[in-house]
């Protein structure tokens, strides 16, 4: 079988999953996140580790916005048109072309919450939300029109999909929950709506690269095909069977990206693997819970995938 039907027969209700597909992502050097160079190697990694679909990293840059420091200053936000986009739907445009064939491919969209905390940074990012969140609604309100510019020419270049990470929720990350609520959701799921419905195979990925979460449940109704998030939640764990049956849909993950996949021997990295596996919903992909370290060797990865590959159900 090869890997577009394996990859959907996971999210097909009415089909048995016909093996274990897996997919770890790293970031590349900068040498390759853009241009000819970046469609080389992302093809290089993804026939190398023999993971089941590609997976574009996102790496334009943003400007920096330093003069963003008052509410009032929110309108120096830049409106990013399609041009700022171009480098990187080339990259989309190649790797479609090169490997849609042989698998589904994907793309990195970091929320609008994401990307204007990249751009003001986090601490007056946090400051400005809770100091006036009308004023915040109007910034994130337009960098959303923009992305959704952006995902709409990336879906025409013939995309399957995305993987869309969201913050925001984490427990440590707003001192009032309801700003969540009101000024990252609504914009999160403007997204998530277009691209659930323009594509066949999306990955929501709860992502708590800067802080863990407490509750997963806030994020239930996201749109995806498929759920991704750490296991390790504030005092506690929670099983992939059990996020998969919150969500009601695959789950996507079963190891630490700082964990053994990234330091361990062939050894370690066979019974982490075989432990994950055992501990999976029916509907499942192997992979970490975000992106792993860019020194983790690329043997392991390719390991952890063929140990899914040899499987059986």
């Given amino acids: 079988m090869n890997k577009r039907d394996l990859l959907f027969s996971v999210i097909d209700p009415q089909a048995r999953p016909a093996g274990i597909p897996a997919a770890f992502f790293l970031h590349f050097d900068p040498a ?17 580790t023999g993971m089941d679909f590609v997976k574009i990293q996102f790496e334009l840059p943003f400007p920096r916005q330093a003069a963003i420091q ?4 929110w309108n120096k936000l830049p409106f990013f048109t399609l041009d700022h986009y171009a480098p990187m739907l080339q990259v989309v ?12 491919v994907l793309l990195t969209l970091y929320s609008p919450y994401m990307l204007i905390n990249n751009m003001v940074g986090e601490a007056t990012a946090s400051r400005l939300i809770q100091e006036d969140p009308d004023a915040y609604r109007g910034a994130i309100g337009r960098m959303t029109e923009s992305l959704l510019g952006f995902v709409r020419a990336a879906i025409q270049a013939g995309l399957d999909g995305f993987y869309h990470s969201t913050q925001g929720g984490e427990a440590s990350r707003l001192p009032d929950p309801t700003l969540f609520e009101t000024c990252i959701r609504p914009y999160d799921l403007a997204i998530m709506g277009e691209i659930n419905r323009a594509c ?31 296991l390790d939640l504030v005092g506690k764990e929670v099983t992939a069977r059990e996020v998969a049956r919150l969500f009601g849909r695959p789950f996507m993950g079963g190891l630490e990206r700082l964990g053994i996949i990234s330091t361990g021997t062939p050894e370690q990295i066979r019974a982490a693997v075989q432990a994950a596996l055992a501990a999976a919903p029916e509907r499942y992909i192997l992979g970490a819970d975000c992106t792993v370290p860019p020194h983790t ?12 590959h040899e499987t059986q159900r």
């Fill in 93 to 104: 445009e190649g790797l479609v072309n090169a490997a849609k064939r042989e698998a589904p």
């Fill in 297 to 308: 060797s690329w043997d392991n990865l390719r390991l952890a995938i063929q140990i899914a």
């Fill in 70 to 73: 008052t509410p009032a200053d």
């Fill in 32 to 48: 390759y996140h853009l241009g000819q160079p970046a469609v080389d190697k992302h093809l290089e990694y993804f026939r190398y």
């Fill in 200 to 230: 066949p195979f999306n990955i929501l990925h709860v992502c708590d690269y800067h802080a863990p979460y407490d509750d997963l449940t806030k994020f239930r109704d996201y749109p995806g095909h498929v759920v991704n998030s750490s």
